[in-house]
C-alpha cells in the first residue's frame, strides 16, 4: 500500500529562521512528488513536482528536492505570510493517477 | 482565467435529504477527482474520472455517487446523506498524470 508520512507535524519559526520539511514516501514506481501548499478553509495550491531522485525546484523562498525515499521542503528565511500547512503527495501512475496524500506539516512564523 | 469552480461553498443539510455539489473546469482536462479532508486524517479520494463518462472508485466512495457526462463537469451526489459525512470537499482537476488544480472546497454539515 502506498503511504506518504510527512514530519514533523507542526513547525515554529521565528521569522528569518530557517528550516526544512521531510516527506516519506513508499510509492512504488513513483512518477511523481507534489508539494502543496494550503491556507486554513482554502484549496490546496500548487508549488513543486518532482519527477527523479536528485531534481530539485526553486520558488521564492522554498526550495523542494527528492531522493529515492524521502523529499524535503527547505524554507529560507520565512516571512509570517509563509505560515501554512504544506502537504506532499505521491502518484504511481499505475492506471488510476492517484495521489496519496501526507497529513501535512502546519508551520507558523513568528514575527 | 483558468480555474476549478464548486459550488456550494457552504451547505447545511440534514440527514437523508439529497445533495449534489457542483464541480466545473475550464482547463479543458481529461482528469477530474474528488477528495474529502477530514482532520487528522488529511486527504483522501472519493472518486475519480479519467474522462467523459469513465469514472472510478477511490479510498473513500461509500455513500457518493458521481458522473462525468461532460469534460467540464464533475458532479458529486449525497443520496442520502449521513452525519460522518459532513466534511471540507474538494474538487481537482488536470491533464493526465500532471499537477493536479484544486477547487476553492465546499464545507459541508450534514445534522
Known amino acids: 500500500e502506498d503511504q506518504v508520512t510527512q514530519s514533523p507535524e507542526a513547525l515554529r519559526l521565528q521569522e528569518g529562521e530557517s528550516s526544512s520539511l521531510n516527506c516519506s514516501y513508499t510509492?512504488?514506481?513513483?512518477?511523481?512528488l507534489f508539494w502543496y501548499r494550503q491556507d486554513p478553509g482554502k484549496g490546496p495550491e500548487f508549488l513543486f513536482t518532482?519527477?527523479?531522485a536528485g531534481e530539485e525546484k526553486e520558488k521564492e523562498r522554498l526550495k523542494a528536492t527528492l531522493t529515492k525515499k524521502e523529499s524535503f521542503l527547505h524554507i529560507t528565511a520565512p516571512k509570517p505570510e509563509d505560515s501554512a500547512t504544506y502537504l506532499c503527495?505521491?502518484?504511481?501512475?499505475?492506471?488510476?493517477?492517484?495521489?496519496?496524500f501526507g497529513k501535512g506539516t502546519k508551520l507558523s512564523v513568528i514575527p | 482565467e483558468a480555474q476549478v469552480t464548486q459550488n456550494p461553498r457552504y451547505l447545511i443539510t440534514v440527514t437523508g435529504k439529497k445533495l449534489t455539489v457542483t464541480c466545473s473546469q475550464n482547463?479543458?482536462?481529461?482528469?477530474m477527482s474528488w477528495y474529502r479532508q477530514d482532520p487528522g486524517l488529511g486527504l483522501r479520494q472519493i472518486y475519480y474520472?479519467?474522462?467523459?463518462?469513465?469514472?472510478d472508485k477511490g479510498d473513500v466512495p461509500e455513500g457518493y455517487k458521481v458522473s462525468r457526462k461532460e469534460k467540464r463537469n464533475f458532479p458529486l451526489i449525497l443520496e442520502s446523506p449521513s452525519p460522518n459525512q459532513t466534511s471540507l470537499y474538494f474538487c481537482?482537476?488536470?491533464?493526465?498524470?500532471?499537477?493536479?488544480?484544486f477547487g476553492p472546497g465546499t464545507r459541508l454539515l450534514v445534522l
Open positions: 482547463m479543458n482536462h481529461e482528469y
Open positions: 474520472s479519467m474522462n467523459v463518462e469513465v469514472t
Open positions: 510509492v512504488s514506481g513513483l512518477r511523481g
Open positions: 518532482l519527477y527523479s
Open positions: 481537482a482537476s488536470s491533464p493526465v498524470g500532471e499537477t493536479q488544480y
Open positions: 503527495a505521491g502518484y504511481s501512475g499505475a492506471g488510476s493517477y492517484q495521489l496519496t
